[in-house]
């Protein structure tokens, strides 16, 4: 489910499990907090580079496993449908994106620190579509990066936004032509690789201040609103009609 290699100091991870586009099961998330606590600890890795297999980066948390959950079993697990622990690491990580990156797959992409797209990338929030919302920080870290009215937009629609979009309101860093994606991602990695660890480490740590006040109180409180929404009929129907290829009904509650 997650691919581990390394070239020189940086850790590669590739979120691998194609034939549901990469979609963010418990399995794979799990495999994920592993590979980044392994990559955190090993004092040979200086930089991660983050990507999906396939042909895209991860279309959100699994719709076939969320679907049964209860409002009690989310709370239980503190259950966010993505990784939380990508948003704490402490070593850069760059995101190589291609494909999409939708729900849960955006929020791994917001939690980076230097994101490259490939030309044919595609970002949004579709949650609310299938009658939820963002569990991992989307409505957080989201207007952080690119302001309230593009959040919005894209929070409360649904819509998926190309790579140039996603470039112009800053939730991109650097958008390169698909075939070049991964020579492009690595070479920032490579560079990164090449400076001082400590440093690295003061400036992420300065930068990430100036997007910290209230984010712990913002994520503790999404992540609330996140589960009420396991209690309503309409994030069942949303999902159920997702998987059943269908538009939903929704009935407000
Ligand atoms: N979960 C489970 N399976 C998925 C998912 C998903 N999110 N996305 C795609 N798949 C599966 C499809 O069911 C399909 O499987 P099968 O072949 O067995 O039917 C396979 O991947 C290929 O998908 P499609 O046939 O749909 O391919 P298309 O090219 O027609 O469409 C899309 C690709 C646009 C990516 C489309 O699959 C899609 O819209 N996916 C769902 C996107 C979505 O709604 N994501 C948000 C999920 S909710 C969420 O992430 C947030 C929950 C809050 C928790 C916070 C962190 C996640």
Redo the contacts with the bound molecule.
């Keep these: 489910m997650i691919r581990v290699e390394r070239d020189g100091a940086v850790a590669v991870l590739t979120l691998d499990r194609p034939?549901?586009?990469n979609?963010?099961?418990v399995e794979l998330t799990t495999a994920l907090e592993l590979a980044l606590d392994d990559a955190e600890v090993d004092d040979e890795v200086r930089v991660v580079l983050l990507r999906g297999a396939g042909g895209?980066f991860?279309?959100?948390?699994?719709?076939?496993?969320?679907l049964p959950l209860t409002e009690e079993q989310v709370r239980a697990m503190d259950?966010?449908?993505?990784c939380p622990r990508l948003g704490r690491m402490a070593k850069p990580v760059v995101a190589a994106v291609e494909?999409?990156a939708?729900?849960?797959?955006?929020?791994l992409v917001e939690m980076c620190d230097i994101v490259i797209a490939a030309d044919t990338a595609?970002f949004?929030?579709?949650?609310i579509?299938?009658g939820?919302?963002?569990?991992?920080?989307?409505s957080q870290r989201l207007p952080r990066a690119v302001g309230k009215h593009k959040a919005m937009d894209l929070l409360l629609t649904?819509r998926?936004m190309d790579a140039a979009e996603a470039e112009r309101c800053g939730l991109v860093s650097r958008v390169v032509p698909a075939g070049r994606l991964m020579d492009e991602a690595l070479g920032v990695a490579r560079r990164l690789a090449e400076l001082s660890p400590a440093i690295l480490a003061m400036v992420k740590q300065s930068v990430s201040r100036a997007f910290e006040p209230g984010l712990k109180e913002g994520l503790a409180f999404e992540r609330r609103q996140?589960h009420r929404?396991f209690a309503t009929h309409d994030r069942r129907e949303g999902?159920a009609a997702?998987?059943e290829?269908r538009p939903a009904r929704f009935m407000g509650a």
């Design positions: 034939a549901a586009r979609a963010l099961s895209d991860a279309a959100g948390a699994d719709l076939k496993e969320m259950f966010s449908g993505c494909g999409y939708l729900g849960g797959g955006c929020e595609w949004g929030h579709p949650e579509t299938v939820t919302m963002p569990g991992a920080g989307g649904g998926r996140f929404t999902m997702f998987l290829r």
